[in-house]
Each structure stands twice: as structure tokens, then as C-alpha cells.
């Protein structure tokens, strides 16, 4: 049993993509969903599904995305940054820049799972759940 799956999931993906995996399967939970259609929207991730088990609950197939010339993964580095023991908050004025604007936050918010930019344009505060280079 986990007691942090978001940080399974992150660590699932983290591993796969240094050890030059193509696709990784995780166990399927409604943010994890969400988070991987971040992933996908702002191009970290190549093609995602969803796929139903015997359990009721499911399983993520993630194709993940090298560089065509280098061979290196895009997800430079991926880090949990709230978590269960030490809840990390913040408003809409002071989400951080990540890599000076290269990277993404992703934020949990009452209207949902959102980038960190999309979160601030809506004025928006929330849990900030991990940041992705």
C-alpha cells in the first residue's frame, strides 16, 4: 500500500524515461488522469490511454517522449513538492517560475488540476503538487 501515489506515479515516470523505457503502466486514479493530460497538453509526454481492468481501478499507458537526434528523455527532472507530511500552498500572485519560464507547475485548485500560468490567469491559489522540466 502507498501512502503518497501521486509520488509513485512521478517516480514510475522518472524511472522509465532514464532507463530509455517507451512506455510505463500505472495504476489509473482521477488526478493521476489529469496530470497525465498536462503532460501530454504541454508536449512532456507522447500519447497516452486509459485502459479498464478486472479492478475497478484501470491502468494508464504512457508512450513517453526522447529527442529525435539525442536520445534523451524531454522530462529533464520531475519533482514532488507537496506532500502528504508538508503540504505546500500558494496563491495566484506567487506560483514559481520553473526554469525561468521553461517548465511547468502543476497545481491542484478548487476548479481542478491546472498548469501554474493557467491557474495564475484565472487568479486562482492552490496545492502545488510537482514541477516538471
Do not use: W
Not at 42 to 70: C, H, M, P, R, W
Not at 114 to 122: I, N, R, V
Request: charged share 25%; proline share 3%; glycine share 8%.
Amino acid at each position: 500500500m502507498y501512502t503518497d501515489t501521486i509520488a509513485d506515479y512521478l517516480t514510475r515516470v522518472r524511472n522509465a524515461s532514464m532507463a530509455g523505457h517507451k512506455v510505463v503502466d500505472i495504476p489509473s486514479s482521477n488526478i493521476k488522469k489529469d496530470i497525465t493530460k498536462i503532460l501530454f497538453d504541454q508536449g512532456y509526454i507522447l500519447s497516452y490511454k486509459f485502459e479498464d481492468t478486472d479492478n475497478k481501478q484501470g491502468n494508464i499507458k504512457i508512450a513517453l517522449k526522447y529527442d529525435s537526434v539525442s536520445k534523451e528523455p524531454v522530462i529533464k527532472e520531475i519533482q514532488r513538492i507537496s506532500k502528504p507530511g508538508l503540504r505546500k500552498y500558494s496563491s495566484s500572485q506567487d506560483f514559481p517560475r520553473i526554469l525561468n519560464g521553461l517548465g511547468i507547475s502543476i497545481v491542484s485548485t478548487s476548479k481542478g488540476v491546472m498548469t501554474g500560468k493557467q491557474a495564475a490567469s484565472q487568479n486562482i491559489g492552490g496545492e502545488l503538487i510537482c514541477y516538471v522540466f
